[in-house]
T-cell receptor, first 114, second 110 residues
Framework: GAVVSQHPSWVICKSGTSVKIECRSL??????MFWYRQFPKQSLMLMAT?????????EQGVEKDKFLINHASLTLSTLTVTSAHPEDSSFYIC??????????FGPGTRLTVT | GQNIDQPTEMTATEGAIVQINCTYQ??????LFWYQQHAGEAPTFLSY????GLEEKGRFSSFLSRSKGYSYLLLKELQMKDSASYLC???????????FGTGTKLQVIP
């Protein structure tokens, strides 16, 4: 599968602040990347589809003004959690598909909002 | 929309065989994946089926029946390290997004 990196691997922030998470495709270009969220003991839930050069497509129930996605290049998508609240504490994972080897996931970012 | 169902939990004995089932309903089906996920970690790829039939890869095999909307993951010669959650995921649509089932938590006991 695709090799994808994420940064940071974990972050703690105060309520009301914003946090940016980066997702990079390594050794391949990804016109589309996907952002998932996983709460404890639950499955991954697709939040949005990130499209290079155009607006992201958000899943139903996901606030696009709160979760800002920017896919500025073919190897980088960023997810910014704005005005974070404790209920935003979760495990955020990005995914991309390498045409040569299939989809892969980043290692995930553990966000804790205090 | 999509609907993917898997059992919530399963328990099996070390050395045995276990089958984890997954049923799905989706439009624009374009492949089914199985992933393994240990607690606190990202999923890791196990198998991919797009055509009907059985795909075997070492101790792991995956089966797909598109007409029945059904797949299973078969784990043989279970080891303690196989204790994890197993996620069934379906790819569909123009963007080929992958949607996950709720996952099956497998516990391997001695």
């Amino acid at each position: 599968g695709a090799v994808v990196s994420q940064h940071p691997s974990w972050v703690i922030c105060k309520s009301g602040t914003s946090v940016k998470i980066e997702c990079r495709s390594l050794d391949f270009q990804a016109t589309t990347m996907f952002w998932y969220r996983q709460f404890p003991k639950q499955s991954l839930m697709l939040m949005a589809t990130s499209n290079e050069g155009s607006k992201a497509t958000y899943e139903q129930g996901v606030e696009k003004d709160k979760f800002l996605i920017n896919h500025a290049s073919l190897t980088l998508s960023t997810l910014t959690v704005t005005s974070a609240h404790p209920e935003d504490s979760s495990f955020y994972i990005c995914s991309a598909r390498d045409p040569a080897s299939g989809p892969g996931f980043g290692p995930g970012t553990r966000l804790t909002v205090t | 929309g999509q609907n993917i169902d898997q059992p919530t939990e399963m328990t099996a004995t070390e050395g045995a065989i276990v089958q984890i089932n997954c049923t799905y309903q989706t439009s624009g089906f374009n492949g089914l994946f199985w992933y393994q996920q240990h607690a606190g970690e990202a999923p890791t790829f196990l198998s991919y089926n797009v055509l009907d039939g059985l795909e075997e890869k070492g101790r792991f095999s995956s089966f797909l029946s598109r007409s029945k909307g059904y797949s299973y993951l078969l784990l043989k010669e279970l080891q303690m390290k196989d204790s994890a959650s197993y996620l069934c995921a379906v790819r569909s649509g123009g963007y080929q997004k992958v949607t996950f089932g709720t996952g099956t938590k497998l516990q391997v006991i001695p």
